[in-house]
T-cell receptor, first 113, second 116 residues
Framework: QQQVKQSPQSLIVQKGGISIINCAYE??????FPWYQQFPGKGPALLIA?????SEKKEGRFTISFNKSAKQFSLHIMDSQPGDSATYFC????????????FGKGTMLLVSP | GAGVSQSPRYKVAKRGQDVALRCDPI?????LFWYQQALGQGPEFLTY????????KSGLPSDRFFAERPEGSVSTLKIQRTQQEDSAVYLC??????????????FGPGTRLTVT
């Protein structure tokens, strides 16, 4: 049972364009939704995260949009740059005293120069 | 400051061999997690430690997998009698506290295990 579904699997965007990655979750107990960025040979690094009490969070060029009723959230990367080329993972966790992350399968983003 | 470190970075084992993977978390971090990341997939939870106590091992795929953190800092993930399906990147992550507000996990670079 895949609790967090991520799409698309891969994405090619031109420099300066907007990259959009979508995720959907099933477990309504999830209350924390981070996005991780992973470069080849590196571990995932936290990019931005949101909790369900807000519908949008923006940090620089990165924005999370959250739709609680639809159980969906998305990452928007504005003015995409070649340096943004990486694999992006959405994740979710619930408040259980410790925060085990359930990850999506990842989106490989390529920003063409 | 120093992040999470893992060693070795790469490990090739023959099927049936035992392996031990090491994780050095960020100093002072109470929580430590192990994840398994298959090629082209997202990380999947294996086990969780709060200090030296292993509070959740529900993600360990078989009894060939064993993890310990005896002094509440360094952790070792051991895989006995390795099988080809064990080939993956093993990620370690740590976070400052075990409280519900401290969700940020800092990941190490991982150990890529290849079983031949």
């Amino acid at each position: 049972q895949q609790q967090v579904k991520q799409s698309p699997q891969s994405l090619i965007v031109q420099k300066g364009g907007i990259s959009i990655i979508n995720c959907a979750y099933e477990n309504t107990a999830f209350d924390y939704f981070p996005w991780y960025q992973q470069f080849p040979g590196k571990g995932p690094a936290l990019l931005i995260a949101i909790r369900p009490d807000v519908s949008e969070k923006k940090e620089g060029r990165f924005t999370i949009s959250f739709n609680k009723s639809a159980k969906q959230f998305s990452l928007h990367i504005m003015d995409s740059q070649p340096g943004d080329s990486a694999t992006y993972f959405c994740a979710a966790s619930r408040d259980s005293g410790y925060s085990t992350l359930t990850f999506g399968k990842g989106t490989m983003l390529l920003v063409s120069p | 400051g120093a992040g999470v470190s893992q060693s070795p970075r790469y490990k090739v084992a023959k099927r049936g061999q035992d392996v031990a993977l090491r994780c050095d978390p960020i100093s002072g971090h109470v929580s430590l997690f192990w994840y398994q990341q298959a090629l082209g997939q997202g990380p999947e939870f294996l086990t969780y430690f709060q200090n030296e106590a292993q509070l959740d091992k529900s993600g360990l795929p078989s009894d060939r997998f064993f993890a310990e953190r005896p002094e509440g800092s360094v952790s070792t993930l051991k895989i006995q009698r390795t099988q080809q399906e064990d080939s993956a990147v093993y990620l370690c992550a740590s976070s400052l506290t075990s409280g519900s507000l401290s969700y940020e996990q800092y990941f190490g670079p991982g150990t890529r295990l290849t079983v031949t």
